[in-house]
């Protein structure tokens, strides 16, 4: 099956600087790749999705690149903000739709 | 729109009883829902696939006489946490798909509910 690695497990920045997680898979047949916001005790959020026909995808402060030769795609939020502090999930999806998550990042930004 | 509600979103019940959740797609229609477990700082794992009109797909290692899945319609399926424990404590999340999307379409997931077995 699939198996999702993601880096780091925590994060740590300044308030306007940039953040960058990253994900490896193992499936090469994984054709989409969603990343979620978790802020505690609530549910996972959609933030950014990406096709495998697609090599980057822009919403406003959020990036998601993705690379199918080496198999791996990263999260990147640019000038982060307090509020961007959560957890961030990445997660591949392969033919019949299941969903692998990463393990996790807390993100946290300091004012 | 998609949105999916999720009930109770906290149950505290004694070792031994019997626990139902409740998952609905409000607005699009779900062939497909899935649930997911949540242990304190760690990832969603998946325990099962519930698909509408069949049998629940379980994950390697879930017990599926212990956490029962019914989809009896296109916008309910329900997990029944049997004889719980207090080992079966944990964040418990559906999620589910629209019917008319393709696989590569985002999930919306329910709210969670927070069980707590004493």
């Known amino acids: 099956g699939e198996n999702v690695e993601q880096h780091p497990s925590t994060l740590s920045v300044q308030e306007g600087d940039s953040a960058v997680i990253k994900c490896t898979y193992s499936?090469?047949?994984?054709?989409?790749f969603p990343w979620y916001k978790q802020e505690l005790g609530k549910r996972p959020q959609l933030i950014i999705d990406i096709r495998s026909n697609v090599g980057e995808k822009k919403d406003q402060r959020i990036a998601v690149t993705l690379n199918k030769t080496a198999k791996h795609f990263s999260l990147h939020i640019t000038e982060t903000q307090p509020e961007d502090s959560a957890v961030y999930f990445c997660?591949?999806?392969?033919?019949?739709?299941?969903?692998?998550f990463g393990k996790g990042t807390m993100l946290l930004v300091s004012p | 729109g998609a949105v999916v509600s999720q009930h109770p979103s906290r149950v505290i019940c004694k070792s031994g009883t019997s626990v139902k959740i409740e998952c609905r797609s409000l607005d699009f229609q779900a062939t497909t829902m899935f649930w997911y477990r949540q242990f304190p700082k760690q990832s969603l794992m998946l325990m099962a696939t519930?698909?509408?009109?069949?049998?629940?797909?379980?994950e390697q290692g879930v017990e599926k006489d212990k956490f029962l899945i019914n989809h009896a319609s296109l916008t309910l399926s329900t997990l029944t946490v049997t004889s719980a424990h207090p080992e079966d404590s944990s964040f418990y999340i559906c999620?589910?798909?629209?019917?008319?999307?393709?696989?590569?379409?985002?999930?919306?997931f329910g709210n969670g509910t927070r069980l707590t077995v004493t």
């Open positions: 499936d090469s047949a994984s054709n989409y």
């Open positions: 519930s698909n509408e009109g069949s049998k629940a797909t379980y």
């Open positions: 997660a591949a999806v392969t033919g019949y739709s299941t969903l692998t």
């Open positions: 999620s589910a798909r629209a019917a008319d999307r393709g696989n590569n379409s985002p999930l919306h």
